[in-house]
Nanobody
């Protein structure tokens, strides 16, 4: 079974850092784009960061604070989050873009930033 599993979320204070991990199983995603999106209660889903062979992209709200990277050998994608703000509070989901309109995503990991 194809799965993506996020980990690394938690409760932190403003200004702290977290590193999220996304581990793939069931198949390799090393040849496809990976990324992260988030959703907070009452807010629209937001694409946070993506990484492909062509490079990386970030939402304006996280540029300069978040960094996406991947280890293809381990089939794992990371999101380093620095200088966290209360508005970063959300459930963070990892996604894999396999086909033109086919995506996989995990169950998410909760990130809560207190002021």
């Amino acid at each position: 079974q194809v799965q993506l599993e996020e980990s690394g979320g938690g409760l932190v204070q403003a200004g702290d850092s977290l590193r999220l991990s996304c581990a793939a199983s069931g198949r390799s995603f090393s040849n496809y784009g990976m990324g992260w999106f988030r959703q907070a209660p009452g807010k629209e889903r937001e694409l946070v960061a993506g990484i492909t062979a062509g490079g990386t992209n970030y939402a304006d709200s996280v540029k300069g604070r978040f960094t996406i990277s991947r280890n293809k050998a381990l089939d794992t994608t990371y999101l380093q989050m620095n200088s966290l703000k209360p508005e970063d509070t959300a459930i963070y989901y990892c996604y894999a873009h396999v086909y033109g309109n086919e995506y996989y995503w995990g169950q998410g990991t909760q990130v809560t930033v207190s002021s």
